[in-house]
């Protein structure tokens, strides 16, 4: 079993940056393991925007995002972080933390663990 527990949105204005962090605990050292950052805006389907295997040797990163949002880990902390800079109206959505145990970090399917999710407005 794996906890996840998401924090650091909140509002922000165009243009402006956020860091989101997911704590993870439970079964999380295991070296098949991939952490994702999803999110999902009122009306659309949830988009899977980031992702890294816990050993770091694996990034995915959205096109609707790439240069802008920057995925990473603190192994020590069990923690995954989403920098996210730049940050547009679009950008609004409930951004939710997730994990499975698969080394596949370019696909959406799979995730079993979920966090509660965190919001974050960008406003024009």
């Known amino acids: 079993q794996v906890q996840l527990v998401e924090s650091g949105g909140g509002l922000v204005q165009e243009g402006g940056s956020l860091r989101l962090s997911c704590a993870a605990s439970g079964r999380t050292t295991t070296s098949t393991y991939t952490m994702g950052w999803f999110r999902q805006a009122p009306g659309k389907e949830r988009e899977l925007i980031a992702a890294i295997i816990w050993s770091g040797r694996s990034t995915y990163t959205a096109d609707s995002v790439k240069g802008r949002f920057t995925i990473s880990r603190d192994n020590a902390k069990s923690t995954v972080y989403l920098q996210m800079n730049s940050l547009k109206p679009e950008d609004t959505a409930v951004y939710y933390c997730?994990?499975?145990?698969?080394?596949?970090?370019?696909?959406?399917?799979?995730?079993?663990?979920w966090g509660q999710g965190t919001q974050v407005t960008v406003s024009s």
């Open positions: 997730a994990a499975k145990y698969s080394i596949n970090v370019a696909t959406p399917a799979a995730y079993a663990y």
